[in-house]
């Protein structure tokens, strides 16, 4: 049971570049989520996805998009990478639907550093 | 939309002394307030989470206590040991948002020896 699972943990761009980090779950979650974490600055929501098929924009979705394949899978897309951008991804599950929210189970992160 | 202010941003404490977190949250109708730690290198996972029909909850040396009036919650540790050593998050949500959950800015929990 892997859990949360996201690729690549490292990556290193150029301004202007485009990237996707991918993002899978095994636990049968409705709700995907994409996190930032940069120092001093706590955990910022990029993106979230309640269900599959919806996505929504969170605190700082600027510079970014998301799709939400299926139920498992739900992606993050730089498409022209800014200095600004260089941070810690997280990718986060839970069992959170309508009405409650539950548990979010992240992934290890993915270090991205754009030059 | 939800705001949540947490401090102190850096606290250190004694083994064996107490802790405390607090964090303000700005919207009236969040009713989920969960913490997480997250140590050095590691992902966030919850520790404890209380909901808005009570002011208290207790899992051993942790606790947490809700103000809904003030607007406020915080996390107490007791008999602070190294490996509570850590970063400490706290959130907010409300009902029917599909779970979007809005973090703190964080708290850098040093427990000396």
């Known amino acids: 049971n892997a859990g949360v699972t996201q690729t690549p943990k490292f990556q290193v761009l150029k301004t202007g570049q485009s990237m996707t980090l991918q993002c899978a779950q095994d636990m049968n979650h409705n709700s995907m989520y994409w996190y930032r974490q940069d120092p001093g600055m706590g955990l910022r929501l990029i993106y979230y996805?309640?269900?599959?098929?919806?996505?929504d924009k969170g605190e700082v979705p600027n510079g970014y998009n998301v799709s939400r394949l299926n139920k498992r899978e739900f992606s993050l897309r730089l498409e022209s990478a800014a200095p600004s951008q260089t941070s810690v991804y997280f990718c986060a599950s839970s069992e959170s639907s309508g009405g409650t929210t539950g548990e979010l189970f992240f992934g290890e992160g993915s270090r991205l550093t754009v030059l | 939309g939800e705001n949540v202010e947490q401090h102190p941003s850096t606290l250190s404490v004694q083994e064996g002394d107490s802790a405390v977190i607090k964090c303000t949250y700005s919207?009236?109708?969040?009713?989920?307030f969960p913490w997480y730690k997250q140590e050095l290198g590691k992902r966030p996972q919850l520790i404890i989470d209380i909901r808005s029909n009570v002011g208290e909850k207790k899992d051993q040396r942790i606790a947490v206590t809700l103000n809904k009036t003030a607007k406020h919650f915080s996390l107490h540790i007791t008999e602070t040991q190294p490996e509570d050593s850590a970063v400490y998050f706290c959130a907010a949500s409300r009902y029917n948002q599909g779970g979007k959950l809005i973090f703190g800015q964080g708290t850098e929990l040093s427990v000396k020896p």
């Open positions: 919207d009236s109708a969040s009713n989920y």
């Open positions: 996805s309640a269900s599959e098929g919806t996505t």
